[in-house]
């Protein structure tokens, strides 16, 4: 990271240790070696995926509108939401481009980011249930899909407009779908969606709008941009010159996915005993186990998870090896509780976009 | 199948084609072939995984009784069940233990049924919500699970027991979940349950249980041998040798699954022109996208999914190929509504009691 990229990050409220993968919409992580320290994220290292500039809002005269197939449409302001029983829960966000780097490595993914595995944090939420919001309103028999609008504008193909993306009222009415405008304690901070952003559990971080202004119910999926072109995923063997955007796989639901973050790809460590950490996510199952392999999956050993500390959250693991002199390679799958595993390489789930890549995590690091 | 098979099967109101893997107690399943032939499987051919001998029950003394940690307990009789509001619902039973043949191709899996695909099978169940019933009884905040007990006695390591297994209450209140009487409009067959069976659509086959007697809320899952040992994922290093039955992943939900049922395997076919057709079923989730690949996975074609019929019951598929001369591999694998496809062999999924493969199906065909 350039001193220019740690300007920026702490201008935003960001450590100078996040790791910038652009600057310009703001994109940043933790980097893997400091990323499973704490089960909750640091505010200042919290993941960041932005699609344009943080907007200004004055929380003094903001507003939530509610509206669309509802029978009461109404307005609250940020004062009047706080005023309501709130709730706190844990719970991972992750982007569902975390981990391109791998898939970009089997074959080139042009124009998106190349995230690492920095593009998931965990934080403590705090605001009010979604559905608490919706049942004032009453969703009518139409009102099966929840669009949530953001301020932040961007643009695309020459087209500019705002953020936003629906999920549908069956998840929407779940309990852990937040209004949020805490985190870890604090009011969110500018860059993470203040004064108010939805957090969907189990879910892609797409839909965790943030800079939310408008929520509307639709008998349909939302049409923006960001739900009826991108995120989606595709056969391996369709491109950006042949793809149909509407026959896409809508992402929602996250699939299971677990990564090495210690150590780090590259390293040269001492042979002899080592502990191995990392972390498991399985979007709204559980995850079960987490297997390590020190022979390209020829043999597993079981990690070490640590207890489950929210129904919503990553779970870190750990596994102590002995590992020998020469070159080895780390490998690692979790299994979740559809008793579901991993695929084993990025080639088996490589698409044009570049998501959900959910292959087993390989770390390679040589030993003296 | 032998003689003695074909008339036992008959005797039970089972079709003569029907493939029995087991005589006593009797378990059998559809033909591949002819398993894909309806999207509902007619009774005379729903796959049957019974662990002792069917009870016989006088239904005009039957009662179901719920107990436990609830507020009201009470006694029904199947004529009061009957009264109450009936749902009809398609749904999908499978069988943790389908394809397991494939596993015990990569290693042997001694003591259990070498069930090849047809260990699944689609039904449209009409019956009585189990919530409505729980509803009644208030279950107390200490009955977080709820155990079904059956009439049918088995016997394991010198024990002499009745089948049984809880799903979470979670689970148990959730609409889809029944206390069936009817089996695509008959009443049930002495062999699938009759006079009452559980339909836990999602859930391995085992936390259906058949001949229902007793609802039992309790603070943990079940002791019974059928969740406490049996029916637990380990991983593929452990045997019945070193085993610790409670470390293994307790199964509940399926993971996602498809497979091709025609055309069969070491068939013989003319070069050119075929479809393919087979099924996909991913329990809780949605089936979203099938690929069919003809050379080992290095590439695929989508196949065409059959609307969705309901969302719990498995999609049939089918894809037109063009089929060059000589041996072809067909392999097939699912996607399903959090983007997760299934992993590549048998060998990664293998456990010494053969549940739960998901690996990509594979049928090798011979064309002139």
Chains 1, 2 share one sequence.
């Not at 640091?42 to 960041?48: A, I, K, M, Q, S």
């Not at 509307?216 to 995120?231: G, I, T, V, W």
């Not at 043999?299 to 959250?313: F, K, M, N, Y």
């Amino acid at each position: 990271m350039s001193t220019n990229d740690s300007t920026l990050a702490r201008r935003l409220g960001k450590s100078a240790e996040i790791l910038v993968r652009h600057d310009s919409p703001f994109n940043a992580g933790p980097p893997p070696e400091i990323a499973t320290a704490s089960f909750v994220t640091p505010n200042d290292l919290f993941f960041v995926r932005n699609h344009g500039d943080v907007p200004e809002i004055d929380p003094r005269t903001f507003h939530l509108t509610i509206e669309g197939r509802v029978k009461r449409p109404f307005r609250i302001s940020l004062e009047e939401l706080r005023r309501l029983p709130k709730i706190t829960l844990a719970a991972t966000l992750q982007c569902a481009g975390n981990r391109r780097q791998e898939l970009m490595a089997a074959q080139p993914i042009p124009g998106e980011l190349g995230w690492g595995t920095e593009a998931i944090s965990t934080a403590e939420w705090s605001g009010v249930p979604l559905r608490d919001v919706l049942a004032v309103a009453e969703p009518t028999a139409e009102g099966r899909h929840v669009e949530l609008h953001g301020l932040d504008e961007t643009e695309r193909h020459g087209h500019r407009f705002t953020f936003g993306g629906s999920i549908p009222l069956d998840k929407a009415v779940r309990p852990e779908v937040l209004l949020a405008y805490e985190m870890n304690g604090q009011p969110l901070l500018p860059v993470h969606g203040f004064p108010l952003r939805a957090v969907v559990p189990g879910w892609i971080g797409a839909r965790s709008v943030k800079w939310l202004t408008r929520i509307e119910l639709r008998d349909e999926p939302s049409e923006n941009y960001f739900q009826a072109k991108a995120y989606r995923l595709f056969p391996s063997h369709v491109g950006m010159d042949d793809v149909v955007w509407e026959t896409g796989l809508m992402l929602g639901e996250f699939n299971l996915t677990s990564v090495i973050a210690s150590p780090t790809e590259g390293g040269t460590l001492a042979a002899g005993s080592h502990v191995v950490r990392g972390w498991a996510y399985a979007g709204e199952r559980r995850v079960e186990r987490v297997d390590l392999s020190l022979d390209g999956g020829r043999s597993w050993l079981v990690a070490e998870l640590e207890p489950e500390r929210s129904r919503w959250a990553w779970r870190r693991w750990e596994a102590r090896i002995d590992l020998p002199s020469g070159p080895t390679e780390l490998a690692c799958r979790a299994w979740d509780s559809a008793a579901q595993t991993q695929p084993e390489h990025p080639g088996q789930v490589w698409n044009f976009k570049g998501y959900m890549n959910n292959s087993w995590h390989r770390v390679r690091v040589n030993a003296a």
